[in-house]
């Protein structure tokens, strides 16, 4: 049909240019105050091709509306995605935090046992160092190995000495004591004292090594409570 501005055409016509419904094209005819006749709005060609434009900037409107919802659901879509990301990554830090506190738990009570089983160690060994040098200062104070023999020696030479007329110094038994007591320790307690300063250097050691754990067992047991950082 061919469309002349000067016509006029019924609401029927008008729909074979534009795809509007009658409701849309009679509010159109009222709100531009077109003829009606017979109860019927004309719409001349000039209405229908203004008409027509309309139609043509709600349709482009209308495809970029869609146009717009398309990227806006795209967008949602990919971040769905990327939360969805995010949470599992989130749960996967969580789980591995929680794996490491485990481990950083069990590896600080494995110290702490370790220690605990040294220190019992060491206090041990300290008891028995303690028992040996009690034992060996006992034996210090003890007679002296050989004394039987040099006194029996002293007799002789007494002996002898008045066989031949000589004068002879009778010792009193302070004087003999302390005679036997220094030839008898020189070499004897010589010996034994070296090896009691051995000794006590040992339980040194070990009492050095006690107050050391019980440290290193008191910073960790601290630095759990959060007390290093005060």
């Given at each position: 049909?061919?469309?002349k501005?000067?016509?006029?055409y019924p609401?029927?016509?008008?729909?074979k240019?534009?795809?509007?419904?009658?409701?849309k094209?009679q509010?159109?005819a009222?709100?531009?105050?077109l003829?009606?006749?017979?109860?019927?709005?004309?719409?001349?060609?000039?209405h229908?091709?203004?008409?027509?434009?309309?139609?043509?900037?709600?349709?482009?409107?209308?495809?970029?509306?869609?146009g717009?919802?398309?990227?806006?659901?795209?967008?949602?879509?990919?971040l769905?995605?990327m939360t969805?990301k995010?949470?599992d990554a989130k749960?996967?830090?969580?789980?591995?935090?929680?794996y490491?506190e485990?481990?950083?738990?069990?590896?600080?009570?494995?110290?702490?046992?370790?220690?605990?089983?040294?220190v019992?160690?060491?206090?041990?060994?300290?008891?028995?160092?303690k028992?040996?040098?009690r034992?060996?200062?006992f034996?210090?104070?003890?007679?002296i190995?050989?004394?039987?023999?040099l006194?029996k020696a002293?007799?002789?030479?007494?002996?002898?000495?008045m066989?031949?007329?000589?004068?002879?110094?009778?010792?009193?038994?302070?004087?003999?004591?302390d005679?036997?007591?220094?030839?008898?320790?020189?070499?004897?307690?010589k010996?034994?004292?070296?090896?009691l300063?051995?000794?006590?250097?040992?339980?040194?050691?070990?009492l050095?090594?006690?107050v050391?754990?019980?440290?290193?067992r008191?910073?960790?047991e601290?630095?759990?409570?959060?007390?290093?950082k005060k």
């Amino acid at each position: 049909m061919e469309l002349k501005d000067s016509s006029f055409y019924p609401i029927k016509d008008v729909q074979k240019f534009v795809n509007w419904s009658s409701k849309k094209l009679q509010r159109y005819a009222k709100k531009n105050e077109l003829k009606k006749i017979d109860g019927r709005y004309l719409f001349t060609g000039i209405h229908i091709k203004d008409i027509i434009k309309i139609n043509d900037r709600q349709t482009a409107m209308s495809r970029q509306r869609t146009g717009s919802d398309d990227k806006i659901m795209i967008l949602e879509a990919s971040l769905k995605a990327m939360t969805l990301k995010y949470e599992d990554a989130k749960v996967t830090i969580v789980k591995k935090t929680q794996y490491l506190e485990n481990e950083i738990k069990i590896l600080k009570e494995n110290i702490v046992k370790q220690i605990d089983l040294q220190v019992q160690s060491l206090e041990v060994e300290n008891e028995k160092l303690k028992e040996d040098n009690r034992k060996l200062k006992f034996e210090l104070t003890n007679e002296i190995p050989h004394q039987d023999k040099l006194k029996k020696a002293i007799q002789l030479i007494t002996l002898e000495a008045m066989d031949q007329g000589m004068q002879h110094k009778v010792f009193s038994e302070e004087e003999y004591q302390d005679l036997i007591g220094t030839i008898t320790e020189v070499d004897f307690q010589k010996e034994q004292v070296n090896y009691l300063r051995s000794r006590v250097e040992k339980q040194d050691e070990i009492l050095t090594k006690l107050v050391n754990q019980a440290s290193e067992r008191n910073f960790i047991e601290a630095k759990d409570k959060g007390f290093d950082k005060k």
